[in-house]
Every structure is written in C-alpha cells, then in structure tokens.
C-alpha cells in the first residue's frame, strides 16, 4: 500500500476510535448517601404525594414523623405529626419497634436530607416499611395546609419576630378582657374581611402569622382560612391563649 493509502487508514482508524470514544455510555457517578437513599426508600415504601400524607393522617393509620431539630417542630410542623431528632434514632425505634407496621418520614423537602439519612439508617436496622413524604413541610405549607406551633416556638417567635402578627382567634369580648401585646383579633369566617380592612399584612403574603384561641381547634380552623388566601407562613398555637399568658406572652 503506497504511503499515502496507508496514512489516510491511519486517519479513518484514529477518527473512528474517536467517536467511539465520545458515542460510549458515560461511566455511572460514584454514589453518594444522598443518592443511595431515595433508591432503597422506593423499594421500602416509596414517596408519597401530599393527598397520601393527608389521608394517612385524617385516618391516623402510620405514624408521621418529623426528623428535623427540635426547635424547628416547635416553630412550625404538620399537625398530628410527632417528632424524633434525626440523632435521636434509638428513641425512634423504642418508639416504634414493629419494623413491619410502617411509618411516614418528612423533612424540609428534596434538598433536606435528614430524611433519607433516617430512611437509610432504619432501613439498615431491618425496618421494611418506610414511606417518604419527599416534598417536606414547605411544599405541605404552599398547598394550603397548616401548621402547628407549640409553645416552645410561641417563645422563641415572640421577641425574635418583630414583624410577626398575632392573631386571637377568641370571641370579642373575650379578647377585649386582655390578649397577647398587638394581637388583632379574627373571628372564623372573617379572614377575607381581615385581609382587606388591615388586620391581615395582604401586601406581604410570606408575614409569619400565629393564631391562637382558647380552644387549639378553633385556632386551627382560623389559621386554615388564613393559609387558604396565600399566606404560607401562618400556623396555628397548639395550646390556649392561658398557656400563652402562663408563659408571659399575655
């Protein structure tokens, strides 16, 4: 073959050895825990939506728990919800020994892992059963589901956010006796009104807003209609407007 047949199949050689390079399949990345767990929770119980979560919950059939600090549950979780510390795994399961009776797991939504790494660790402990509510309390607060506060949050919410409106969800003439410092008072039913005439910040929809009554449900009913018109960052005080008061915030 003359010299220049043979560097010409030199070339077609090089080239094609080229684009066999850049047409093979990318190797795998290095898994990661991150990307590990949400694989072995599929196979475990998998992600479900936030019409599953409320089902579950309305029917109280598998307990709902919240792995993030214990302050952030103070401040604001999903009702009915109970919480145990993502470093407080061995409570976890003293808590809940029946590796088979399935629980529901929640965080901060897709990039808070705290979820995934309980998910993994009981998963490893032989817990079979393990469902994720993936989308986490941020999505669960923009779908116009509230939350609750307890009075650890009340406490810290109360000298730490100056912008923060308190809502007393108690009959008039029970918050004209007295109520939490610069509380406006919103009776159920009311919230439209209260988002047009002033009571409500409509100008500042993510305004945290705390609702309290003497009866925690009244509160709740209160702190829906208020989540319902757009305001994500509201919830409700789990307690009573005495427990408040006994707290020095009334």
Same mark, same amino acid.
């Given at each position: 073959?003359?010299?220049?047949?043979?560097?010409?199949?030199?070339?077609?050689?090089?080239?094609?050895?080229?684009?066999?390079?850049?047409?093979?399949?990318?190797?795998?990345?290095?898994?990661?825990?991150?990307?590990?767990?949400?694989?072995?929770?599929?196979?475990?119980?998998?992600?479900?939506?936030?019409?599953?979560?409320?089902?579950?919950?309305?029917?109280?059939?598998?307990?709902?728990?919240?792995?993030?600090?214990?302050?952030?549950?103070?401040?604001?979780?999903?009702?009915?919800?109970?919480?145990?510390?993502?470093?407080?795994?061995?409570?976890? @399961?003293?808590?809940? !020994?029946?590796?088979?009776?399935?629980?529901?797991?929640?965080?901060?939504? &897709? =990039?808070?892992? *705290? +979820?995934?790494?309980?998910?993994?660790?009981?998963?490893?402990?032989?817990?079979?059963?393990?469902?994720?509510?993936?989308?986490?309390?941020?999505?669960?607060?923009?779908?116009?589901?509230?939350?609750?506060?307890?009075?650890?949050?009340?406490?810290?919410?109360?000298?730490?956010?100056?912008?923060?409106?308190?809502?007393?969800?108690?009959?008039?003439?029970?918050?004209?006796?007295?109520?939490?410092?610069?509380? @406006?008072?919103?009776? !159920?039913?009311?919230?439209?009104?209260?988002?047009?005439?002033?009571?409500? &910040? =409509?100008?500042? *929809? +993510?305004?945290?807003?705390?609702?309290?009554?003497?009866?925690?449900?009244?509160?709740?009913?209160?702190?829906?209609?208020?989540?319902?018109?757009?305001?994500?960052?509201?919830?409700?005080?789990?307690?009573?407007?005495?427990?408040?008061?006994?707290?020095?915030?009334?």
């Amino acid at each position: 073959m003359c010299g220049y047949g043979r560097k010409f199949m030199g070339s077609m050689a090089a080239v094609s050895l080229l684009l066999l390079c850049l047409l093979a399949p990318a190797p795998a990345p290095a898994q990661t825990p991150s990307t590990v767990a949400p694989q072995k929770l599929a196979a475990a119980g998998g992600e479900i939506s936030t019409e599953q979560l409320q089902q579950i919950l309305a029917n109280k059939s598998e307990p709902v728990v919240d792995v993030r600090t214990p302050q952030e549950y103070a401040i604001a979780h999903i009702p009915g919800s109970i919480h145990i510390y993502e470093k407080d795994l061995d409570k976890l @399961v003293q808590l809940l !020994p029946d590796k088979k009776a399935g629980m529901v797991i929640y965080c901060n939504g &897709p =990039y808070c892992h *705290k +979820g995934k790494r309980v998910a993994a660790q009981l998963l490893k402990r032989g817990y079979t059963n393990i469902k994720s509510y993936e989308l986490g309390l941020p999505v669960w607060r923009a779908y116009g589901n509230t939350v609750q506060t307890d009075l650890a949050g009340c406490k810290y919410i109360f000298p730490a956010d100056k912008t923060a409106v308190w809502v007393d969800a108690r009959p008039k003439e029970e918050y004209a006796r007295g109520t939490v410092p610069g509380a @406006v008072n919103i009776q !159920p039913g009311e919230v439209k009104v209260a988002n047009d005439d002033g009571r409500l &910040p =409509y100008t500042d *929809k +993510g305004t945290r807003i705390v609702v309290f009554a003497d009866n925690p449900e009244r509160a709740r009913k209160v702190a829906e209609e208020i989540a319902h018109t757009a305001f994500w960052n509201s919830s409700y005080f789990g307690g009573t407007f005495a427990g408040l008061k006994a707290a020095g915030l009334g």
